[in-house]
């Protein structure tokens, strides 16, 4: 098992912002459609909340952190494969170098 705490899990949030303007070529700055993959949107109704690094849909509820966005990207579920799938040449451009290396500690510790 690997070995996740709160403050681990926390320290990977801020990746959000990074991850939508690559991967989605969203501009976090203004509205854009929902990523909620049930949610038919045709007007943008979904914004980066930059205080709690998580997207919100004003249309449907929805709240996302950067784990479910993963999970919707890459139809993963389990929060370490979501972990492990930030960990990817195409993610380490937009991460710090802090960031990574709490990731790679994250991968390489096992809880006994």
Request: with cysteine; net charge neutral; hydrophobic share 30%.
């Amino acid at each position: 098992m690997y070995l996740f705490d709160k403050d681990r899990i926390d320290a990977a949030k801020p990746l959000l912002a990074d991850y939508l303007e690559q991967h989605h070529n969203i501009n976090i700055r203004k509205r854009f459609n929902c990523l909620n993959p049930d949610h038919d949107d045709i007007h943008p109704s979904m914004a980066y909340d930059r205080k709690n690094h998580r997207c919100i849909c004003f249309s449907c509820q929805c709240k996302y952190d950067i784990f479910d966005v993963v999970g919707i990207d890459y139809h993963i579920s389990d929060t370490i494969e979501k972990f492990k799938k930030l960990y990817t040449p195409q993610t380490k451009k937009t991460c710090t170098e802090e960031t990574m290396d709490l990731i790679k500690r994250c991968l390489n510790e096992k809880a006994y």
